[in-house]
Each structure stands twice: as C-alpha cells, then as structure tokens.
C-alpha cells in the first residue's frame, strides 16, 4: 500500500486574466483576489509517495535557479516552504527519492528538478529515475512560439545528459500503484496520474494544469496558458464525470487554498466540494 504526504515548495504568482482565460475579472477575482499587478496566488505542492520499496516525488515546483528579475516578475517565495525542506521533513533526504515523475515540463512543474552548484547543473535527486511522457518531452524540445517561455533549457539539458529520464509512451501504469492518463489540451501530453493511495484514500489524482484550482472545475474557466483550450474543456469534462462516478479525490498542485476535493454533481453541473488537506 502507498503513503501519501503533500509536499509545499513554495508559492508564487500568475496573471489572473491569463490563468482564467476568457473569464471577466469580476467573476474570478470574487473567488480570487488578485494583488495591484493582476497576479494571484499559487501553490506549488508536489505529492510525496511511499510505497513498494519505492519514494516517489510526482512535480518538483520550480527550483532556486532564478535570477532576482525572474523572482519579482513571478513573486516567487520560498520563506515558508521549499522542497527539500518538505523532503526533509517527511524524514527524508534528496538522495532518498527512488524516482520523480513530471505531468509536463514547464519552469513551474520542472525546474525543482536541478540545482546550480556555480556553473554547474546537477540533479537534486541524484539516485531518481524521472520520468516524462516521450511525446511531451519531443514537443518540448521543439517548442512552438506559444509555450516557448514555459521551457527553459537549464531544466531540460540535464535530464537529457543524465542518463536518468525515462520517456513513456501513452498511458498506462508508470510504477506500482501509479497510472498515468495524457491529456493534449494544456500542452501536447501531459501526464495526469493516478495513485493508489488504499483503503483509507482510495484513489488519489494528481490534477496538475487539467485543473489547476478548484474553480477550474467549471466548463469554461480554462487557462490562457492553454495551447487547445476546447480541448481541455472535452477532457476536463470526461475526467470529471469518471473522477464523480468513481469516486476520486483530487490532489490540486497549484490552488493555494485548497490541497484536495471531491467531485459532487448538483444542478450546476460538476463542482469541487469536501476541499481538505489530503486524508482530512
């Protein structure tokens, strides 16, 4: 059986417009208020799990490898939390961590995943396999002019160099107790994943940027950020009926207010409900 534990990393911050889309900001800054640059709030909460031998960390946040202009335009910060702290918290050390599984590589779920040590760049997890879904990894290092700012190679290269990335074709489990679903319409292949988290809870869903905060739940408020936003309005649909009829709970990286929810049907469609740190 796994052990589940959430991991904060820190937090940072988003355009409000660009995270809800087609969303006026009267209707989205009633559930999120922005501050005076229209950014709102973002947790960055990776999902530690422990289980057949294995330590798993599914996403890293984005590291410490940002210069001050980065850190002002995304008021990034790590007083609170950072990842190794988390880590280490748990009881664990970086050199622990068996593997490390990405649902895509943009700076914010990826860049955790190395760290600079003066020019060089070495894996914060020395001993872990990461793995990526291949199609999402080629679309990457190719990247189109709309996620180009999203894909830096200082995360990327040294995973290739590594030795230690492990590409996976298309759904199915990537380790014991861990499925995967891709998902096209946030970025070509992204891997949402499914863990075993047993009797108590039941089957746990790491959401990433399908459903970044609960109130992506809705049709219609999807991201800016989003290559094929209809797209990502057919898959969030079909998710969520499954997650409802099966009973999912939903582990949410980046809603900095709520770390899990069910899905409930009422006669507003779909909605988040039961928002509680996970096994609470």
Same mark, same amino acid.
């Not at 748990?90 to 020019?119: E, K, M, S, Y």
């Not at 891997?191 to 739940?217: C, F, K, M, N, S």
């Not at 899990?260 to 096994?279: K, N, Y």
């Given at each position: 059986?796994?052990?589940? &534990?959430?991991?904060?990393?820190?937090?940072?911050?988003?355009?409000?417009?660009?995270?809800?889309? @087609?969303?006026?900001? *009267?209707?989205?800054?009633?559930?999120?208020?922005?501050?005076?640059?229209?950014?709102?709030?973002?947790?960055? &909460?990776?999902?530690? #799990?422990?289980?057949?031998?294995?330590? @798993?960390?599914?996403?890293?946040?984005?590291?410490?490898?940002?210069? /001050?202009?980065?850190?002002?335009?995304?008021?990034?910060?790590?007083?609170?939390? %950072?990842?190794?702290?988390?880590?280490?918290?748990?009881?664990?050390? *970086?050199?622990?961590?068996?593997?490390?599984?990405?649902?895509?590589?943009?700076?914010?779920?990826?860049?955790?995943?190395?760290? &600079?040590?003066?020019? =060089?760049?070495?894996?914060?997890?020395?001993?872990?396999?990461?793995?990526?879904?291949? =199609?999402?990894?080629?679309?990457?290092?190719?990247?189109?002019?709309?996620?180009?700012?999203?894909?830096?190679?200082?995360?990327?290269?040294?995973?290739?160099?590594?030795?230690?990335?492990?590409?996976?074709?298309?759904?199915?489990?990537?380790?014991?107790?861990?499925?995967? &679903?891709?998902?096209?319409?946030?970025?070509? /292949?992204?891997?949402?994943?499914?863990?075993?988290?047993?009797?108590?809870?039941?089957?746990?869903?790491?959401?990433?940027?399908?459903? *970044?905060?609960?109130?992506?739940?809705?049709?219609?408020?999807?991201?800016?950020?989003? #290559?094929? *936003?209809? @797209?990502?309005?057919?898959?969030?649909?079909?998710?969520?009926?499954?997650?409802? =009829?099966?009973?999912? %709970?939903?582990?949410?990286?980046?809603?900095?207010?709520?770390?899990?929810?069910?899905?409930?049907?009422?006669?507003?469609?779909? #909605?988040?409900?039961?928002?509680?740190?996970?096994?609470?």
């Amino acid at each position: 059986m796994n052990t589940l &534990r959430p991991l904060e990393t820190g937090t940072f911050r988003l355009d409000g417009g660009a995270m809800f889309g @087609v969303v006026p900001r *009267p209707l989205w800054e009633r559930r999120i208020a922005p501050d005076g640059r229209n950014r709102i709030p973002m947790a960055m &909460r990776s999902l530690l #799990v422990e289980g057949d031998g294995r330590l @798993v960390i599914i996403e890293t946040g984005l590291g410490h490898k940002y210069d /001050a202009r980065f850190a002002d335009l995304y008021a990034i910060d790590h007083e609170t939390a %950072t990842l190794e702290r988390s880590l280490r918290a748990a009881g664990f050390a *970086p050199a622990d961590v068996t593997d490390v599984i990405l649902t895509h590589l943009h700076f914010d779920h990826v860049g955790g995943c190395t760290t &600079r040590n003066g020019d =060089r760049l070495a894996l914060t997890f020395p001993n872990a396999r990461h793995h990526v879904q291949r =199609r999402h990894w080629d679309w990457a290092a190719h990247p189109n002019p709309r996620e180009r700012a999203s894909f830096f190679a200082e995360n990327l290269d040294p995973l290739a160099a590594s030795g230690q990335l492990v590409l996976h074709d298309g759904p199915g489990e990537i380790l014991p107790g861990i499925e995967a &679903r891709t998902f096209d319409g946030h970025t070509e /292949a992204q891997q949402i994943l499914l863990v075993d988290g047993g009797e108590r809870l039941g089957t746990v869903a790491y959401v990433a940027d399908l459903l *970044p905060t609960q109130h992506h739940l809705a049709p219609a408020w999807t991201m800016g950020y989003d #290559v094929r *936003p209809l @797209v990502t309005m057919d898959e969030k649909a079909a998710f969520l009926d499954e997650a409802e =009829r099966s009973g999912w %709970t939903l582990f949410f990286g980046h809603d900095s207010a709520a770390e899990t929810a069910r899905v409930a049907r009422t006669d507003r469609g779909l #909605v988040a409900t039961e928002t509680a740190p996970l096994g609470r």
